[in-house]
């Protein structure tokens, strides 16, 4: 596994929670949860091995592994509205039929 970036700490003081203790308290608190339609931005934990497995926290040895996941929207709702409009109506004039709304879900 290669890092994009990669952060390291060593902590001064003893750290006391287990890997388990620290895998549900990330689950309770700071599991990533996608951007919903009204947020910019979501920042949590996602599985620490990527798609193979879904343990928040690996351990090996005396060492935790870890993994953020930041999601944020580059464009707003409102900009996608329109560029979405004007090729819906591109699409209508062109083709001169109407594009319901499956299709301008698949376009957006």
Known sequence: ??????????????FTLTGEALEE?????GAFIPCGPQDMSRYGFVSALGHRSEALV???NACMLIRAH????ILPNEVINEKLAEK???IEQNEDRKVFAKEKKCIK
Do not use: I
């Open 1 to 14: 596994m290669w890092f994009k970036n990669l952060n390291v700490y060593q902590f001064t003081e003893d």
């Open 88 to 90: 819906v109506e591109q």
């Open 70 to 73: 930041k999601e944020e929207k």
């Open 58 to 60: 690996h351990q090996n």
């Open 25 to 29: 308290t990330l689950r309770q608190n």
